[in-house]
Nanobody
C-alpha cells in the first residue's frame, strides 16, 4: 500500500505561480508512474500531467501545456507540479496519483492505483 500526501496548495493571483509537492511512502518510488489530476466544483476529475518512473517522459493536458511542469525526485520519493502563469480556470482540488505501471505517462485515471487526499488551489482574478 502506497500513501500519498500532497502539499503546497493555496491562494494565488492570476499570472502567479505555485508548486505542489506529493510525498510518497513507497518502497522503490521509481517503480511507480506518477500523475496529477484536478477537480473543479461541479466538474469531473481531469488529467493534468504525468511522468514515468524515471521522470524522463512526461505528458500534459492541452490546457496546461507550456505552463505546468511535472518533475520527480526518486531519492526523496516526491513528485512536484510547478504551475506558472496561472489562471482562474486552474482553480480546483489537485490530486496526486501513483500507478503500478511506470513505463508510460498515462492520462487515464483508471491507470492509477493510489491517490492522495487532495490540496486546494485557488486562483483569483
Amino acid at each position: 500500500q502506497v500513501q500519498l500526501v500532497e502539499s503546497g496548495g493555496g491562494l494565488v493571483q492570476a499570472g502567479g505561480s505555485l508548486r505542489l509537492s506529493c510525498a510518497a511512502s513507497a518502497g522503490t518510488f521509481s517503480n511507480y508512474g506518477m500523475a496529477w489530476f484536478r477537480q473543479a466544483p461541479g466538474k469531473e476529475r481531469e488529467f493534468v500531467a504525468a511522468c514515468t518512473g524515471s521522470g524522463l517522459s512526461t505528458n500534459y493536458a492541452d490546457s496546461v501545456q507550456g505552463r505546468f511542469v511535472i518533475s520527480r525526485r526518486n531519492d526523496l520519493k516526491t513528485v512536484y507540479l510547478q504551475m506558472n502563469s496561472m489562471q482562474p480556470e486552474d482553480t480546483a482540488v489537485y490530486y496526486c496519483a501513483g500507478g503500478l505501471d511506470s513505463r508510460y505517462p498515462y492520462s487515464l485515471h483508471s491507470m492509477y492505483n493510489y491517490w492522495g487526499q487532495g490540496t486546494q488551489v485557488t486562483v483569483s482574478s
